[in-house]
Nanobody, 126 residues
């Protein structure tokens, strides 16, 4: 079982930046054997895929809505995955979740990930 804890959310003005972190832990857990992803969910909307990163961190995929603005990275020594968010827009306001899974691909969906964090709120003001 993998435990995930997000941090770094908050209130930011449009055009600003935030860096989210997600720390992973677990009994007999090996972080480098998991694909990691970031999703978000705004009120009244479905959970939306944002970015995913391969086991080693060598490969990444992004949703079109965040490509060029968000960057996913991971540190397999610190057991942490990051989401650097630049040029934030009011429509980026949502609860952001990190997730751990086993399948790496360009358009993952929520069921591809078996472990989830509790989420962190990001609010972008206009």
């Amino acid at each position: 079982q993998v435990q995930l804890v997000e941090s770094g959310g908050g209130l930011v003005q449009a055009g600003g930046s935030l860096r989210l972190s997600c720390a992973a832990s677990g009994h007999t857990f090996t972080f480098g054997t998991y694909v990691m992803g970031w999703f978000r969910q705004a009120p009244g909307k479905e959970r939306e895929f944002l970015a995913t990163i391969s086991w080693s961190g060598a490969s990444t995929y992004y949703a079109d809505s965040v490509k060029g603005r968000f960057t996913i990275s991971r540190d397999n020594v610190k057991n942490t995955v990051y989401l650097q968010m630049n040029s934030l827009k009011p429509e980026d306001t949502a609860v952001y979740y990190c997730a751990a899974g086993r399948v790496f691909g360009p358009r993952p969906s929520a069921p591809d990930f078996g472990s989830w964090g509790q989420g962190t709120q990001v609010t972008v003001s206009s």
